[in-house]
């Protein structure tokens, strides 16, 4: 009912292979995926979807029939996937990321954080909205700028007032903060892996802040963790740090 009343189209699946039924059957924008299903949980699925996207050998225990159709509507794209899970348990986000999910929500969400996450994964990584001070970093009418300009692009996006996009905005920034120092310890650690995966997550929350052009940033992180270049992991979540100082330093 509440994604009805944000303007979606919503199909309900109950397991895992009714959502790959789904997706054999018809183009879907964004999957909310239960990571607890029964059967084949969503880990499972995700690993499966992404397996099928990428051209890869699929592990048998599905129909000819259903893999072909997969194919012909999955085979090099990237649907969008949202984790939806009971649990915040530690490591369960990374798990959700290594199986190839795009954001996570744990549960209990409010519907300002789904529409948030439905919005960044919607827009996709080269459309977000560039959002800039209108003075220099550290100064403080910039910073005071930028954060109405921020809470302005929340309040129209997601038809939130303005204390609600205050608070969105705020529980964002501690997010983002949360996330640079998960990354630098990581980094510190010669752990690329972990890095990589909190850059994937403020990639998520700089996009669903309308903030394209940081959100960029972030992704570039991502990528250097993959490719195994830690120092330019940390220059770019370096200057990350500096460029989000008018948002999280207040």
């Known amino acids: ?16 292979m009714r959502a790959l039924h789904a997706l054999a059957d018809q183009d879907v924008d ?5 990571v607890q299903m029964p059967g084949m949980d969503g880990c499972a699925t995700t690993r499966l979807i992404r397996m099928v996207e990428g051209g890869g050998d699929v592990p048998t225990g ?20 949202i984790a939806l899970t009971a649990h915040a348990m530690s490591g369960d986000r990374e798990r959700c990321l290594d199986a190839g999910m795009d954001d996570y929500l744990t549960k ?12 960044g994964a919607v827009d996709g990584e080269g459309n977000g909205v560039c959002v800039e001070g209108k003075g220099p970093v550290g100064c403080d009418e910039g910073r005071k700028g930028l954060r109405q300009e921020v809470v302005s692009h929340v309040m129209r996006t997601y038809s939130l007032d303005e204390d609600k996009a205050e608070a969105l ?10 996330d640079l120092a998960r990354g630098a310890d990581a980094l510190a650690a010669a752990d690329l892996k972990s890095a990589g995966n909190a850059a994937h997550s403020m990639k998520g929350s700089l996009l ?5 052009e940081l959100a960029g940033q972030a992704r570039k992180i ?8 830690g120092k ?19």
């Open 1 to 16: 009912m509440v994604l009805g009343n944000m303007g979606h189209e919503v199909l309900i699946a109950t397991d895992g």
């Open 30 to 34: 964004v999957v909310l995926m239960d």
């Open 62 to 81: 599905l129909s000819a029939d259903l893999l072909q159709r997969l194919r012909h509507r999955l085979a090099g794209g990237h649907v969008q996937i």
């Open 108 to 119: 209990p969400f409010n519907p300002e954080q789904v529409a948030a996450a439905l919005a």
């Open 169 to 178: 905005l705020t529980t964002s920034a501690t997010t983002l903060c949360q």
């Open 208 to 212: 669903n802040l309308g903030l394209g």
């Open 222 to 229: 991502e990528q250097c963790c993959r490719d195994g270049n």
């Open 232 to 250: 330019a992991s940390m220059l770019g979540l370096e200057r990350l740090r500096r460029d989000l100082s008018d948002l999280i330093d207040t």
